[in-house]
């Protein structure tokens, strides 16, 4: 067992951890911020792509020990007291999710390219994407919410909830 | 008011933007606290009798809580999955875990419940199973050999077939030219991005079973039936689902398992599967080998179509009605006075199939619009002129089919005329000819598709329910994957009483709550459950109305909604209203609800045109896809935000499937690409983006005159790429290329033609 210190979304958490766990399913069972989500065994699908300590990271493939006295900001930290991330504003304006699985890793990959490069061609975001797997809605509008979020950087006010169903 | 055409952004967006969703691995609850988790151990081999079975290591390793073997599951009934064939007699069947044998590479065996989530890996390595191995069925053509057989007591491999005695070869006799061909729609992964998962617990009385499924309600009487408990002692669970494409319609025999565990233990298990074992265990599509044959004259006119199917049903059929669906739309949306379709159903050593995207139709119209390109060919017509002079006329719906389908309404033409006028086609063949004359090493081919497919049919249920506070929830049969059913449903509502969308609340996918309901597949749930909750939705209307009358103290001819702002107005004094919250107060139970059911008796007939212009290079065989066109007709769109991305998702999942994905195995039976890192899954790199035109002929077959759209896609784009490719390869002399056209199979047939048309005759 190894002791870790990390800090998640701005809350630091101490543990006893196996060396060998990884450093997704530590963050999906220890603080349980399960909007981090396993798509695959073998790092192809993105879906758990997290950002630690200022680097895209597919948390699949990195351990937990590996972030000990890091930091790490999932997509579950975007959203800042009730002002939207563009990437989530985008996404939702250019229904770029529709069962929503691999969204939070694409809109983590997405985030990592645009800081790298703020004013990517469509070209440039559909290869930058290119390890991020998503089913269901065949990237188009993906491209377009990424490419959006750059044209407008600016967080907004995350849009009224609905009646929403609840999971028990 | 009518919400239709309104582009409406998705109420469940919030949620899955800032939390990530709740998809049964990520469910927290008090009931799956300390939960066991599951791991299975599955067959390495594809054929093998077991010979011994020890879990005695496993078992003593720390944290192992129970290892079960087919032994403990003696006794109880075998699952009876969605559709079971009813051809397959008491043969083929498939159990629970295996126990004697053997029959595809990731067949459970054993599982083992831990404490920990990793010690399940390492308890699973140390459960012994000895495996005499036997010779693998690969493939189709090798299971109609009967050499080796799957089920020695069956006989044979052959698990059923239909109508193929009544082919009649005088039909193509009046045929100037007759083309023939056997072509492969191979085998493909369904992948949704999140596998299978399974949570349960059994409090001693019920059980609760959470499942990644496409309809609760299956899984909980497919649960009742195979683990002989009645169904009311089990609740079923659906939350969100990260994808389903067919291969989650129900619950099948891995995540019976997991319930089974859960009641035998007694111990709250949870089981998400890896992507490694979710590319051999899930199920599977397409798989299919055709043998198409067609006939015409010489003017364009298609005389007579044959079509004759080898399903490859994997190890063991769990559905009867893929190869049936495939014959009944045969002869997609032409006229053709003679046509001929049957099927035979194989079993093979490998991952069994089951309904994904299209689910018989794809098929069905990848083997007529490639007939019919091969027919354009060798008559030398342009392949959208026999196209146009063989679809049936807009005029002749409803149309009945040679095959027996009734097509409720349809405009195939026009569709066609669409796509070839926003594509530009003329200019899309001077281009090809102008690379051609060039000797451009990247050729163009253009490739189209007129399709018309099968949805709905059956019925639905909706429970509609306003409170004194003036909110609406609406229970709905038809869960969602992804598609947007809450939106959709609270536009729905909205439409009808009033009430804006944020104070309507959609729930589906708890047994509990919606006991009675179908589910989410065939593209049937705009149809059937939008309809259920339409029709919902007017009768609380209507008894609203009495109320507001009584209320008011006029007769009910004279009150009015107002659905801009949800109140109930005297016709001519406005000044006198109730709110939607004071008429459901005044009812006596502070409500006014709607519990219905609807159904319609026929299915509806979606059709559209796609037309696909790509890029080969002759030196490498790398096709890309430039541009991708299509009228997709659905009838009238509720939500064209939610249609389109519905589009969107089954082109990409057409292209993939012709120019990537295929699931592959050795002699031995053992699949050679069960990872990402090796299916080629399609990512945003591949893609153009797609160019769609709108089309709205409405059927008469619901009150809402929608038909279903979530196949569309992929059904219209398999055939106009596959016909692309080819197209950019014709003046080679390439006739025909068997799908995944993959750079390596492109370049073969591309130097297979050049040494044919190199050798002297
Ligand atoms: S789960 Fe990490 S890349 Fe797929
Ligand atoms: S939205 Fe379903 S996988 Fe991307």
């Excluded at chain 2, 008011?1 to 709740?22: H, I, K, P, Q, Y």
Aim: aromatic share 6%; with cysteine.
């Amino acid at each position: 067992m190894n002791r870790i210190s990390v800090n998640v979304d701005g809350t630091t958490y101490e543990d006893e951890v196996e060396p060998r766990l990884l450093l997704v399913h530590y963050l999906r069972d220890r603080p349980a911020l399960t909007g981090t989500q396993i798509g695959c065994d073998t790092g192809n699908c993105g879906a758990c792509t997290v950002d630690l300590d200022g680097a895209s990271v597919k948390s699949c493939s990195v351990l937990a020990v590996q972030a000990d006295g890091g930091e790490v900001t999932t997509l579950q930290g975007l959203a800042q007291d009730g002002e939207w991330h563009p990437l989530q504003r985008s996404f939702h304006e250019r229904h770029a999710l529709q069962c929503g699985y691999c969204t939070p890793g694409m809109i983590m990959a997405a985030r990592d390219l645009l800081r790298h490069n703020p004013d990517p061609s469509p070209e440039e975001v559909r290869y930058s994407l290119r390890g991020n797997l998503c089913r269901c809605t065949g990237y188009q509008n993906i491209v377009q919410a990424v490419l959006a979020a750059a044209a407008a950087p600016d967080s907004v006010t995350a849009p009224a909830a609905g009646g929403e169903q609840t999971w028990p | 008011m009518s919400a239709f055409g309104t582009r409406m952004n998705r109420v469940e967006d919030r949620r899955l933007l800032t939390s990530g969703g709740v998809y049964v691995d990520d469910l927290r609850v008090p009931e799956l606290r300390g939960a066991a988790y599951v791991t299975f151990v599955r067959s390495p081999v594809a054929h093998a009798v077991i010979t011994r079975i020890d879990t005695s290591r496993a078992r003593a390793h720390p944290g192992v809580v129970a290892v079960y073997t087919a032994t403990d599951l003696t006794g109880l009934p075998a699952p009876q999955p969605f559709g079971r064939p009813a051809h397959s007699g008491g043969f083929f069947a498939e159990l629970l875990l295996a126990g004697e044998k053997v029959r595809f590479v990731g067949e459970p065996v054993a599982v083992v419940l831990t404490d920990a989530r990793y010690d399940g890996r390492d308890a699973a390595e140390l459960v012994d199973v000895e495996y005499r191995r036997l010779p693998a069925v690969v493939g189709p053509a090798e299971a109609l050999l009967d050499e080796t057989l799957l089920f020695e007591e069956a006989g044979t491999n052959l698990a059923g077939q239909r109508d193929r005695d009544t082919y009649d070869d005088t039909v193509f006799d009046e045929a100037d030219v007759v083309v023939e061909r056997e072509i492969v729609n191979h085998r493909v992964a369904c992948v949704p991005m999140e596998g299978r998962a399974t949570a349960a617990v059994f409090d001693g009385t019920r059980l609760t079973v959470w499942h990644s499924s496409q309809n609760a309600q299956r899984c909980r009487s497919t649960l009742a039936e195979s683990l002989g408990i009645p169904s009311e002692a089990i609740r079923v669970i659906v939350p969100d689902v990260g994808g389903g494409f067919g291969a989650k319609i129900g619950i099948d025999r891995d995540a019976i398992v997991v319930a089974w565990a859960a009641w035998r233990s007694g111990r709250a298990v949870r089981w998400a599967e890896s992507r490694a074992e979710n590319l051999v265990a899930m199920t599977q599509g397409r798989a299919q080998l055709n043998r198409i044959k067609l006939g015409g004259r010489r003017d364009g006119t298609i005389t007579a179509y044959r079509l004759d199917v080898v399903q490859d049903a994997g190890a063991y059929p769990r559905t009867s009605t893929l190869a049936p669906v495939t014959c009944t739309m045969a002869p997609g949306v032409y006229d053709i006075p003679h046509v001929q379709s049957g099927y035979r159903v194989v079993v093979t050593n490998a991952t069994p199939v089951n309904k994904y995207r299209g689910a018989g139709r794809p098929e069905a119209t990848a083997a007529i619009e490639r007939a019919v390109d091969l027919f354009a060919a060798e008559i030398g017509m342009d392949p959208a002129e026999v196209r146009r002079r063989n679809v049936i006329a807009a005029d002749a719906f409803p149309f009945r089919s040679a095959t027996g389908a009734c097509y409720d309404s349809g405009e195939y033409g026009a569709a066609l005329d669409r796509a070839l006028g926003a594509a530009a086609y003329p200019r899309l063949r001077a281009e090809q000819a102008a690379r051609r004359d060039s000797g451009c090493v990247k050729v163009l081919g253009i490739g189209m598709s007129v399709y018309v497919e099968m949805t709905g049919g059956g019925g639905e249920t909706a429970k509609v329910t306003v409170d004194g506070k003036g909110q609406a929830t609406v229970l709905t049969g038809s869960s969602t994957q992804g598609q947007g059913h809450h939106t959709a449903w609270a536009m729905l509502v909205e439409a009808e009483l009033g009430i804006p969308v944020d104070r309507i609340t959609v729930v589906h996918g708890d047994t509990d709550l919606i006991p009675k309901a179908v589910g989410t597949y065939s593209s049937r749930s705009l149809q059937l459950g939008g309809s259920a909750v339409h029709k919902a939705a007017s009768d609380v209307r209507s008894q609203a109305r009495r109320h507001a009358a009584g209320l008011l103290g006029v007769r009910e001819s004279d009150v009015t909604l107002d659905v801009g702002s949800g109140t109930w107005h005297v016709a001519d004094d406005p000044g006198r209203f109730l709110t939607w919250g004071q008429v459901a107060d005044h009812t006596g139970t502070a409500s006014i609800c709607a519990d219905v059911e609807f159904a319609s008796d026929r299915p509806t007939f979606p059709f559209g045109a796609h037309l696909s212009a790509v890029e080969v290079d002759t030196e490498t065989g790398m096709v890309t896809v430039l541009r991708h066109v299509t009228v997709d007709d659905a009838g009238p769109i509720l939500n064209p935000v939610l249609a389109e991305g519905q589009r969107h998702g089954g082109i990409a999942q057409g292209i993939a499937q012709v120019l990537f994905e295929e699931v592959r195995y050795d002699a031995d039976g053992t699949p050679l690409n069960a990872t990402l890192a090796d299916y080629g899954a399609v990512a945003a790199a591949d893609l153009p983006d797609f160019e769609l035109e709108a089309g709205e002929t409405p059927t008469d077959v619901n009150p809402l005159g929608v038909k279903g759209i979530g196949e569309a896609g992929t059904i219209g784009s398999i055939p106009a790429v596959q016909n692309a490719v080819i197209d950019a390869l014709a003046h080679l002399g390439v006739r025909h290329i068997d799908m995944p056209m993959t750079p390596g199979r492109v370049w073969a047939a591309i130097r297979e033609a050049d040494a044919e048309r190199r050798s002297p005759r």
